[in-house]
Structure formats: C-alpha cells, structure tokens
C-alpha cells in the first residue's frame, strides 16, 4: 500500500512517500523544505502571509510528488505554529484546496504518540551488532525537537507518558537570540537556558523520564549535531539514522556551535541552510535534556512523525 504523509511544522514542511508492508515501510520519497512558517507568530500569534506563501508553494510541489507516484492515501499533520495562530484557518483552507484532505491541527500529545510511534518501530530490529551499548533498551525517552515546541514521550512498545512543551529552535531564537550578538552574548544564552530548564522542570514532573533506559532523538537539530560529531563531509540519511551518540559529543558540538559566528555555522559541511540561524538553540536544547536526565548517549533516529503518520494509514 503506497501512502502520502506531510508534516507541516513550525520551521519545516516535510513529505514521505512509502510503501507499507506487513512490518516494514520502504521510502519512495523524502523531501523537506524550510518553509518557516512559525516566522513570528510567538510575537504576533498570526501566521504571517509571507510563510503561508512559501509553505503553500512547497505543498503544490509535493501534491504532484504524490499524484506521480501513485499513493493512494494522504495524511496532512500541522504541529505548533498553527496550533499557536489566529488565524489559522486561512492555513487550513489553502492545505484543502492543495491536497483535498483537511489538515489535522494535531494536540501535543497526539505529536508526541506518533512521533513515537515513527521513531520506536524499527528499533526492535537492530542487531547486537549495532553501535547502541547493549541494544536500544526499553522503556524509550524519545524527544522531538522541532521549531515551535518539543515532544518528551516515554513508553516501550506504545507510549505511556507524554508532554509538548513550548521549547523549539525557532521559538527560543525568535526570543532570545535574533539580536543577541553574532555568536551570542552570555546574558542571552542564559536566558534560553533559563527557558529550557523551566520547561525541563514540567517534563520530570509530568512525564516518566527517569524510568527511560534509551533517550532517542528526532528531527533536525538532533541529526545536525549527529552529522557534526561524526565530521561528516555532508549530509548522509543513512549514516545519520541510528547513529549513536555521547554525551560529551554532544556537549561538545553545542559549545562549538553556540561559539560559532552566522558565517561560520554557514560553512558546516552538513548545515542545511534554512538551518543556520537556529542550530544553536536547538543543539542548546538537546544538550540540556541529555544533563539534566543523565543519559550517556543519544540514539539518532531520521524517522519520526512521519513515519508514525504513514503508519497510521495502513489498512
């Protein structure tokens, strides 16, 4: 069964195309585009036109994906952005008109159990052979940072504990650091810190976290950083997906990022452009995470709401 799922979220539109068997799911197609269309919208609470416009041209171009490869089921998912505007219901008539399908404005917790459900699946599979110390053991922390919020989900085959905090790399540089300095001043790097922990603060107080044995980290801060700490010559899904990595890796490339001018992150071999601006705070995030629950590495995984989304539309 070929199926369409598309996440639009706050810093990202994405598209996958996928063959759905017994127990297995085959990419056909891939794509994402930042789009940007949380610009503003924890300042004004609006979408801005400007966003709609550049998101809205994606979809068009990801609608003819889906037509020439045939899916015969399409699931639209809308996370943080559209959750948080006024006026989002202009979003929601122009994803109508593009895919013929109304675009779910997903809860937080409804983010987070697909999220988990994408990125949870194929881990089962892995041999001893892989780089996780001891296999990826359950329960799972798995953490999806996006541009507008983040989503902690523990759980070993479903999910069992969930929160979507208003912690993402778009959000907290729109806060905090679009003029704190090229890098960032200390005062404004604190002051995201300062956010994070207060949202770290809900999740061990709401969520299970201190009983997950495996922290599995989604989206595109989290494989950015893995594509740094392996010093890779650009981006590779497949090197990517599954790596594993420490603790002190991650500590590491934050710092490095956080002490890096625009022009220099601009320059990291695996940095996708629409990226630049916003890896510090979204490094920032993981490397908090990873020190306040006391997890030695991080298993990186490529799918994620995506792939939760695809599976979904099985039948």
């Known amino acids: 069964m070929r199926v369409a799922a598309i996440d639009c979220g ?10 759905l068997g017994d127990d297995t799911l085959t990419d056909v197609e891939r794509r994402m585009e930042i789009v940007r269309l949380g610009q503003g919208v924890d ?3 609006r979408l801005a036109s400007e966003a709609l416009e550049r998101t809205f041209a994606r979809m068009s171009e990801y609608q003819e994906l889906i037509e020439r490869h045939g899916a015969v089921a399409t699931r639209v998912v809308a996370t943080s952005a559209t959750r948080d505007a006024a006026n989002r219901q202009e979003f929601v008539t122009g994803v109508r008109k593009i895919f013929g399908v109304e675009p779910e404005v997903v809860t937080g917790a ?6 988990f459900t994408g990125a949870t699946r194929g881990l089962s599979r892995l041999s001893p052979e892989t780089e996780v110390a001891r296999g990826p053991l359950a329960p799972y922390l798995v953490v999806d940072i996006g541009g507008g919020s983040t989503e902690f ?19 907290l540089t729109e806060r905090h650091l679009r003029d704190a300095g090229d890098p ?20 061990e107080a709401e969520v299970p976290v ?28 497949a090197r990517i997906h599954h790596s594993v990595i420490s603790a002190e890796q991650v500590h590491e490339v934050t710092r490095r990022l956080l002490a890096m001018t625009h022009g220099e992150r601009a320059q990291v071999p695996v940095m996708h452009p629409g990226r630049v601006d916003v890896i510090g705070a979204g490094a920032l995030i993981l490397d908090r995470i990873v020190r306040r629950f006391a997890f030695s590495q991080v298993v990186v995984s490529e799918h994620d709401i995506l792939d939760g989304m695809a599976w979904s539309l099985a039948r």
């Open 184 to 203: 960032p001043s200390a005062p404004a790097l604190e002051a995201v810190v300062a956010d994070i922990e207060a949202a770290l603060d809900r999740v």
């Open 153 to 171: 989900v523990v759980g070993s085959v479903h999910a069992e504990g969930s929160l979507s905090v208003d912690i993402g790399c778009v959000r």
């Open 43 to 45: 300042r004004t609470g």
């Open 10 to 19: 706050t810093n990202s539109v994405r598209l996958l195309i996928a063959d």
């Open 210 to 237: 201190h009983r997950a044995k495996t922290l599995v980290g989604l989206a595109g801060s989290v494989t950015t950083v893995s594509g740094i700490a392996q010093d890779l010559p650009y981006y590779d899904p």
């Open 110 to 115: 409804e983010e987070a159990e697909l999220s």
